[in-house]
């Protein structure tokens, strides 16, 4: 059973340009979360989608920042014009319905803008 | 004042000691605490999840809430090395919603 999937791994992306982040829930979840880690600071939810729906995006920037979790395919996290600042790990973490307080992590995506 | 606070060490022990690993929290909403264990490098791991005030053991790892006292505890029985990582805590108000995550303990388990 594979777990959560994330890609690309690491990510460099000139200011101005978009990075799109995406991630592979585990099999039979379908409540997907997504964090941000920064140097030395701990993780910080961004927002949190079930499929076709955002539950909750009190975490993300309101502007520059998506996040979308179609019907079919992976979900999305999208920066546009990306900042220095923006440079961080990304990580999703999915839950089954059944314990949705049980959330597994991906490997991350490192983005570094130059 | 952060919302979930926890000594960022480095925390280094011998092979074989007893490690606690605590957090402080401000929020009494919380209800769901959960540990993470993150290597260098990696997505957290999920280790322990406990529900309100209590214990809970599993294997070498026992965690501890003290839900009057905004504080939770991780103790890590016959710490191996390969239990050196990044230790977070996490907790939220209610049932599947997002997590506020500590900064992490950093745990250095010499043999």
């Known amino acids: 059973n594979a777990g959560v999937m994330q890609n690309p791994r690491h990510l460099v992306r000139r200011r101005g340009q978009e990075a799109r982040l995406r991630c592979s829930p585990m099999?039979?979840?379908?409540?997907v979360y997504w964090y941000r880690q920064l140097p030395e600071e701990g993780l910080k939810f961004m927002v949190y989608?079930?499929?076709?729906?955002?539950?909750?995006e009190s975490g993300m920037p309101k502007e520059r920042f998506s996040a979308e979790f179609p019907k079919e395919g992976p979900s999305i996290l999208r920066i546009q014009q990306v900042v220095r600042g923006d440079s961080a790990a990304y990580f999703c973490?999915?839950?089954?319905?059944?314990?949705?307080?049980?959330?597994?992590f991906g490997p991350g995506t490192r983005l570094t803008v130059t | 004042q952060k919302e979930v606070e926890q000594d960022p060490g480095p925390l280094s022990v011998p092979e074989g000691a007893i490690v606690s690993l605590n957090c402080t929290y401000s929020?009494?909403?919380?209800?769901?605490f959960m540990w993470y264990r993150q290597y260098s490098r990696k997505g957290p791991e999920l280790l322990m999840y406990t529900y309100s005030s209590g214990n809970k053991e599993d294997g070498r790892f026992t965690a501890q809430v003290d839900k009057s006292s905004k504080y939770i505890s991780l103790f890590i029985r016959d710490s191996q090395p390969s239990d050196s990582a990044t230790y977070l805590c996490a907790m939220s108000v209610a049932y599947g919603q997002n997590f506020v995550f500590g900064p992490g303990t950093r745990l250095s388990v010499l043999p």
């Open positions: 929020n009494s909403a919380f209800q769901y």
């Open positions: 099999k039979g979840h379908s409540h």
């Open positions: 989608l079930q499929k076709e729906n955002i539950i909750d």
């Open positions: 973490a999915s839950s089954p319905e059944v314990d949705r307080n049980k959330q597994y």
